[in-house]
């Protein structure tokens, strides 16, 4: 391992909304730490190599909290190693990635297994999340303890929801005694059975089988009412309609411990794209993309705290696997290359949020769900940072992932990372991986 260089980044604009900073200043990094963060720093910093930051925002390392990579398993559609290069391109410097592998990641060797490989390929930090059951079949309780022992940082079965009530209230019950989140995929099995896309005019019009909001809100409020039972931590993943919103602002108002987030297309496109782009599988995701008014309830949602963090969801799936008629192919886009300009310009440049708010839904607010000593440039954090560049436009194009399949492409976006530092070291510059 080659020996850390300590760095000076100068000139930037400093926003770190953990300690509710917002200035022009400059921080040093020695030891892989944030050493010092104050304007003007000349004195008493060591040999260093200079970041000129100069017109750019630093912020805390972006944290993606619902990250699929594909290792173990399917490693043709994505590596810890390809995956992690991607979330380093997109300014994440932490990623959890949900245990949805081949096998599932439902035990410690599983967990040890994720972590000694991104130890040994990864670029950036990797937690994993195991398993709420075995195999994720919604049966039987996974080792649980075992797994947080090993290191895990919650618990979710995502891809698949957990259908027994009576499994997911024990889940709870145990995570509250860990005190990690359960992570819910919420979506009713039955009522959203073979369904491709939102149920609607649309679905109606193109003569695709629906999948109506109810599929999603039922198990919000089936999961907030087991919530209540439990006092346990329930995250809600991947929240896409209206009323999911509502529920979750309702339930936060009465003091239940219920957390959630979304992810950029849920606030970016509706299910017309499903019709513009001529059926292009790239527009099935699950959830499926909704109407206008559930956009508008989540942006008001972001607004509003109700939902607490925004995360990349990133699901990559083969061209070929994704080139099959509507029905057949695969849910799911890639995201950890888009999420912080999709923030950036439908979020922040549309007066949504400010820049501080949008931030902490990328940084602080995961961490503190998850327990994490990250997403702060306090004095003393691990020195996980992302420079932004906010006037940078650019069409998207080209990936780190090993897949493309994103409803992104060609669409002129602003406001990309120019650099990633983990634990002080400079991951990627200007798009292009810098250091292994
Ligand atoms: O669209 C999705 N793809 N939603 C999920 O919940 C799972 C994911 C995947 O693993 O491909």
Redesign the pocket.
Known sequence: MEANVNLLILNGTVCDPANRTYKKADIFIENGKIKKCSPRIYSGVNEAKIIDAKGKIVVPGLIDIHT?LREPGREDEETIRTGTSAAAVGGFTTICC?P?TNPVIDSVSGVKFVFATAHQEGVVNVLPIGAITKKSEGLELAEIGKMKNAGIVAISD???PVMNANIMRRALEYCKMLDIPVIS?C?DANLSALGEMNEGYISTLLGLKGIPKQAEEIMVARDIALCELTEGKLHI??VSTAHSVELIRDAKKRGIKVTAETAPQYFSLTDEEVKISNYNTNT????PLRTKEDVNAILRGLADGTIDCIAS?H???LIEEKEQEYKIA????IGLETTLPLVITNIVNEKILSLSSAISKLTYNPAKILGLEKGTLAVGSDADITIIDLNKTKPIQKFESKCKNSPFIGMKLTGFATTTIVAGKIIMEDGNIVST
Not at 330 to 333: H, L, R, T, V, Y
Request: avoid cysteine; charge should be negative; hydrophobic fraction near 25%.
């Open positions: 699929h949900m949805n995502d891809g698949k995929h979506e993943a991947h099935k995701v699950n959830p969801d699901a990559p799936h695969p849910f799911g886009i």
